[in-house]
């Protein structure tokens, strides 16, 4: 077999290659490109790295760093350590109390300054001086009070004092329910007035005030609120003197320096105090509501009774009743007519609650009868 053809793998040169095998293999195969140096005066570049396929699961990307977000501090109390004792005590935080909350507690006061906010002993405004009536107590006449029809403290039950207690206890429910409401100081006043004169009111309001002051928890205050013809005091038999009137006209006046005190526990009674023409126009000043505020103040257990002047006779009944709770309005069986009563309650619209107390009547349309079960006996 003739060799001499088989071609060499330069060619037909047949010059010997002065590299080594090995060299020439690295040579052919490119052996550099995987040696980081590569072979002297050989320098290659790497070629571009292939990226291996990844899975989808793979291929999600990073979740990212949240940016920082500055936190506040959060205070650590203080103990006193030997360490820390040598240090100030921190300074105390003032709780700020609203004045619902000093309602339905006894042991606040609470009052009103000059931009009428309310202020009480454990908030940050002025402390509240509670009214203290220190007024001369003079001694009711019983005998006068059984003459004239009124309810006779002490006395036995009668009918006449088991219906004002039935008219007293829904007018007490009524004032609990507006003080959840959170109506203020307002819960604690009733006016009682009427269509005409001569219809019973001022006989009303004083038994509905007997019949409060006989409650063990709080007190009631009788207010003659009618200016131009006041009759509480002649109906007790108290003297007269100053009164709401003279605290409306000076504002140096204490309202409750004018507050008279009498023997039946429970029982203060406020003048209808001086006469004047503008009665109706210092009722409606600014005024008015710093004065009635100051009667209950520091009392959240006391009722104030408000006896006004005729609804359709005077104006003042309409003004006061801006400032209470309550309204009652005495109407006389047989004698109040329909229109009169319309008129009446339209002029009283400003007080959330108006209720109408059916005064001489001589029969009950339910047949009912009050205070004959005291005195049964079989």
Not at 60 to 82: D, F, G, R, S
Not at 191 to 220: F, M, Q, R, W
Not at 283 to 303: D, H, I, Y
Request: hydrophobic share 40%; charged share 25%; net charge negative.
């Amino acid at each position: 077999m003739d060799h001499s053809k088989i071609p060499l793998p330069h060619g037909d040169d047949p010059k010997p290659h002065s590299d080594s095998l090995i060299e020439r293999a690295a040579e052919r195969f490119d052996f550099a490109r995987y040696i980081a140096g590569g072979k002297p005066g050989v320098d290659k570049p790497l070629p571009p790295r292939r990226e291996p396929v990844r899975k989808a699961a793979d291929a999600a990307p990073k979740p990212v760093a949240a940016a920082a977000v500055p936190v506040e501090p959060v205070p650590v109390p203080v103990v006193n350590t030997p360490e820390t004792a040598s240090e100030p005590a921190p300074t105390p935080v003032r709780v700020e109390r609203s004045r619902d909350t000093a309602a339905r507690d006894p042991r606040i006061s609470t009052s009103l300054d000059t931009n009428g906010n309310g202020g009480s002993d454990l908030g940050g405004g002025p402390l509240a001086t509670p009214a203290i009536f220190n007024g001369d107590h003079h001694v009711i006449d019983r005998d006068r009070l059984r003459e004239t029809g009124l309810i006779v403290p002490e006395g036995s039950v009668t009918a006449l004092l088991e219906e004002f207690r039935i008219v007293k206890r829904q007018l007490l429910v009524q004032a609990s329910e507006l003080r959840r409401q959170k109506a203020g100081s307002r819960a604690q006043r009733i006016l009682i007035s009427s269509p005409h004169p001569g219809e019973g009111k001022t006989y009303c309001a004083t038994n509905l005030a007997l019949s409060i002051a006989a409650e063990k928890e709080g007190d009631v205050l009788l207010v003659d609120a009618d200016f131009a013809k006041p009759s509480v005091l002649s109906a007790l038999g108290l003297p007269g003197g100053p009164g709401l009137m003279d605290a409306l006209m000076d504002d140096k006046a204490d309202v409750a320096d004018f507050v008279l005190g009498t023997d039946i526990p429970g029982l203060w009674v406020l003048p209808a105090g001086d006469t004047t023409t503008n009665d109706s126009e210092f009722l409606s000043s600014a005024r008015t509501e710093k004065v009635l505020e100051r009667l209950t103040q520091g009392a959240p257990g006391r009722m104030v009774i408000f006896d006004s002047p005729p609804v359709l006779a005077a104006s003042p009944a309409a003004e006061l009743a801006k400032y209470v709770g309550q309204a009652v309005v005495i109407v006389r069986a047989d004698s109040t007519g329909q229109g009169a009563l319309e008129d009446t309650v339209s002029l009283l619209s400003s007080c959330p609650n108006i209720q109408l107390l059916l005064n001489a009547a001589q029969f009950s349309p339910s047949g009912r009868s009050f205070g004959t079960y005291y005195g049964y006996r079989e």
